[in-house]
Nanobody, 119 residues
Framework: QVEVVESGGGLVQPGGSLKLSCAAG????????MAWYRQTPGNERELVAQ???????DYADFVKGRFTIARGNGKNTASLQMSRLKPDDTAVYYC?????????????WGQGTWVNVSS
């Protein structure tokens, strides 16, 4: 059994920074993709950033130059460094790990962590 747990959310002022972390465990596995999504009430989840096992990284246009996805120190850990935050970044942020590749990959989701950008 694998559980994904996010941490680091909270209240931050516009222009500020926040770092989210997540870890998947305890069962060991090889993640093909690690990613962060976000969702606001009434809207669908949207991809924020993803990192592939070969090192490729993709960012959504609305976070390019402001957010950085990275692997953590341990296997199947990840972080999302968020800078120059805007009120529009307010959302629940979810961390995911894909097990396997392509359309048959299993995507593991965390419970989410709330980020509130407000003065």
């Amino acid at each position: 059994q694998v559980e994904v747990v996010e941490s680091g959310g909270g209240l931050v002022q516009p222009g500020g920074s926040l770092k989210l972390s997540c870890a998947a465990g305890p069962r060991d596995f090889d993640a093909s993709v690690m990613a962060w999504y976000r969702q606001t009430p009434g809207n669908e989840r949207e991809l924020v950033a993803q990192m592939f096992s070969d090192g490729r990284i993709d960012y959504a246009d609305f976070v390019k130059g402001r957010f950085t996805i990275a692997r953590g120190n341990g296997k199947n850990t990840a972080s999302l460094q968020m800078s120059r935050l805007k009120p529009d970044d307010t959302a629940v942020y979810y961390c995911t790990f894909d097990v396997g590749n392509g359309p048959l990959a299993l995507r593991l989701w965390g419970q989410g962590t709330w980020v509130n950008v407000s003065s």
